[in-house]
């Protein structure tokens, strides 16, 4: 199984009470967040990638990924 997902570290948390990502000190104590994954993740098996690189030649490149992976 292969995980595959997006990392991120040293992310200063957002104090701005206006800022839709807001974090207030009682929510979090820190200043920067640990090393964390951002959305969502993957697990899939080996093979299930192999495949897909077999054939990912013969799409077409679209850029909204989230609607081109939900087909």
């Known amino acids: 199984m292969i995980s595959l997902n997006y990392s991120r570290s040293n992310h200063s948390v957002i104090r701005d009470p206006k800022n839709k990502w807001y974090v207030s000190y009682e929510e979090f104590m ?39 992976f939900s087909q």
């Open 30 to 68: 820190g200043n920067v967040y640990v090393p964390h994954c951002l959305g969502f993740a993957y697990t899939v098996p080996r093979q299930a990638i192999l495949g897909i690189l077999d054939v990912a030649h013969l799409e077409r490149f679209f850029w909204v990924n989230n609607a081109d």
